[in-house]
């Protein structure tokens, strides 16, 4: 077995490990694989969060709150935050139209 691989049941068993032993090591290695997913897909929401408050930003033309966001995406590993916020140039808000009046 090389270090870093996991060893197999039948290793384990082999090795002198009780079914019982064998049982809770492969309890702890499938507890700390549902962790690390867990944690994957809260950070993917998260993220995914951030570019939903950052569009809402950008549309109304929070340009200082699209940088904090920006800032938060960068920190958290997000590539696309420095892409995004390039392609998302500020628009000025739109005003009420103005009714048309008729000449007398």
């Given at each position: 077995?090389?270090e870093g691989s996991t060893?197999t049941?039948e290793?384990l068993?082999?090795?002198?490990f009780?079914p019982e032993?064998?049982?809770?090591?492969?309890k702890?290695?499938?507890?700390?694989?549902?962790a690390a997913?867990?944690?994957?897909?809260r950070?993917?929401?998260?993220?995914?969060?951030l570019?939903?408050e950052?569009?809402?930003?950008?549309r109304f033309?929070?340009?200082?709150r699209?940088?904090?966001?920006?800032?938060?995406?960068e920190?958290?590993g997000?590539?696309a935050a420095?892409?995004a916020?390039?392609?998302a140039?500020?628009?000025?808000?739109?005003?009420?139209r103005?009714?048309a009046?008729?000449e007398?």
């Amino acid at each position: 077995m090389t270090e870093g691989s996991t060893p197999t049941d039948e290793q384990l068993l082999a090795d002198g490990f009780t079914p019982e032993q064998v049982a809770a090591i492969d309890k702890r290695a499938n507890a700390a694989l549902d962790a690390a997913s867990v944690d994957a897909a809260r950070e993917k929401q998260y993220v995914d969060a951030l570019l939903v408050e950052r569009e809402g930003y950008a549309r109304f033309g929070r340009i200082d709150r699209v940088a904090e966001v920006d800032a938060e995406l960068e920190r958290r590993g997000h590539k696309a935050a420095a892409q995004a916020r390039s392609a998302a140039a500020p628009t000025k808000p739109r005003g009420r139209r103005q009714a048309a009046t008729e000449e007398a």
